[in-house]
């Protein structure tokens, strides 16, 4: 039997359009191989959000094209994000790739790899034939968490990101299908699921006027299949959180008290630069009615430093949003930029070493709240969704709660099941705990 193997970069839609590729890869007759050396299809399924992305895969294209030339008969795919960006060029900048594919024609995958893998055609697919890969078969790793794509795209202009560019328009998927997949999820048991697209809470506005409907009707539909327990969503944009969606996260049991809200920056001026079309003010508006009807929710963030004509000032504020907001999880970035990006071409590039310090001040800042905001979890009791065991320490249970903070924690659980722990410690990523008794339980 040919064997592949599927390396995946970049955010949770790709990791989920490369469950598609393995399905479909599958369905072709190949099996999966335990890593790139034994595979006789090699897939990186890419992202080009940063530069560093792009420098990984140069060096796994390096390595795969110097096996190949030990074995000429492996084929080389590249699909994703960097695989549409560079559709004109990808072949002469890596001549040891056979197939290149954007992010919406993985469906034709097999007709230019062939039965088996066999007979591959040179070539490349890109944005002008998309389809959901969510209509594809799929290969789950996950038998109680699943990912559900409801869009794809994005009709945001944020001036620093190339995702519009390589994802395309944004466009809904209709509710029947989405749920039809969540009601096939629940009856395969899957307790958990995250709702994908690249601009998520807007979904739903390109189906008016034949479908009048919004995200947080969405949500409540999800929320009202049996056998799932928790729903979560990424990622949101600030501007689309509407009342009906706050209502909804507020009143369905199954949405998680876990808000990913992206900042990007404190800075009003540096806001409109980015094109994000919120200032502070109204982003603090909106997590203050969150924090009102939702009660304990947990809030994380993106942030960029060292965005084009950034100044200290500027970035004083977005230290500030940070104390004021009081995130409990942030990712952080160096801006980095993407060719034909807006962003790019404008003047003030901020030098690299400023763009650091800003970056160890922002992210020191980020973990010494965190780590307080963990630490006033300690003596509550968590619901948490068992994952299997910790990474760092076998004997040593690894979930999540709601609020999406890891735990690791003594007990005797499964994985998939749903346990009560007691908090009995803290660090700023993560949360210890032991379960608590089944007698205590029901006490
Ligand atoms: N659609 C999502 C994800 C976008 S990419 C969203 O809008 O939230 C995830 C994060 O990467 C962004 O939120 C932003 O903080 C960061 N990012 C995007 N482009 C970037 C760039 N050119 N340089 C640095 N960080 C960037
Ligand atoms: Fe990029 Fe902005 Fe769209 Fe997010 S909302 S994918 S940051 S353009
Ligand atoms: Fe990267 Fe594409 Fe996701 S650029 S972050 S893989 S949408």
Request: hydrophobic share 35%.
């Amino acid at each position: 039997m040919r064997r592949y193997h599927v390396t995946t970069f970049g955010c949770q839609m790709n990791a989920h359009d490369s469950e598609r590729i393995k399905g479909l890869l599958e369905e072709l007759g190949l099996g999966e191989a335990p890593s790139a050396d034994d595979a006789d299809v090699v897939v990186f399924n890419t992202c080009t959000i940063r530069e560093k992305p792009d420098t990984k895969l140069a060096a796994y294209l390096g390595e795969a094209a110097a096996r190949k030339r030990e074995h000429p008969d492996r084929v080389i795919a590249v699909g994703g994000c960097y695989a549409e960006a560079q559709r004109e060029r990808i072949f002469e900048l890596y001549p040891a790739v056979d197939v290149a594919f954007g992010p919406g024609s993985i469906a034709h995958l097999g007709e230019w790899l062939g039965a088996g893998g066999h007979g591959v055609t040179r070539g490349r697919f890109g944005l002008d034939d998309r389809a959901f890969a969510a209509e594809l078969p799929v290969h789950n790793e996950r038998a109680f968490q699943a990912w559900v794509q409801v869009s794809m795209g994005c009709n945001s202009k944020c001036s620093y990101c190339i995702v519009p560019s390589v994802r395309g328009r944004e466009q809904s998927r209709r509710p029947g299908e989405i749920l039809a997949e969540v009601h096939r999820l629940a009856e395969q048991g899957v307790k958990e699921l995250t709702l994908l697209g690249q601009n998520v809470n807007s979904w739903g506005r390109d189906l008016l006027p034949e479908i009048a409907t919004e995200f947080g009707e969405l949500l409540r539909a999800c929320d009202a299949v049996e056998g799932i327990e928790r729903i979560r969503f990424t990622s949101p944009h600030p501007k689309d959180f509407r009342e009906p969606v706050i209502a909804a996260i507020a009143e369905c049991d199954a949405v998680c008290e876990h808000v990913h809200l992206p900042l990007q920056s404190g800075s009003s001026r540096l806001l409109k630069a980015m094109r994000r079309t919120y200032t502070r003010e109204r982003y603090l508006m909106l997590v203050e009615k969150m924090r009102a009807a939702i009660p304990d929710v947990a809030f994380g963030t993106d942030i960029i430093v060292g965005f084009p004509g950034e100044t200290e000032t500027d970035f004083l504020e977005t230290l500030e949003m940070v104390e004021e907001v009081g995130y409990d999880s942030a990712f952080t970035f160096v801006y980095s930029p993407r060719a034909g990006t807006e962003a790019a071409a404008m003047p003030d590039q901020v030098p690299h070493e400023v763009k650091i310090g800003r970056m160890e001040r922002l992210v020191e800042l980020t973990q010494r709240i965190a780590g307080e905001r963990n630490a006033a979890r300690v003596g509550r009791v968590e619901q948490v969704l068992v994952e299997g065991p910790s990474r760092t320490d076998p004997s040593v249970l690894r979930g999540r709660t709601r609020r999406n903070t890891t735990v690791n924690f003594t007990g005797s659980a499964r994985a998939g099941e749903l346990v009560d722990v007691t908090i009995d410690g803290s660090t700023s990523t993560t949360l210890r705990g032991r379960q608590e008794s089944l007698v205590m339980g029901g006490l």
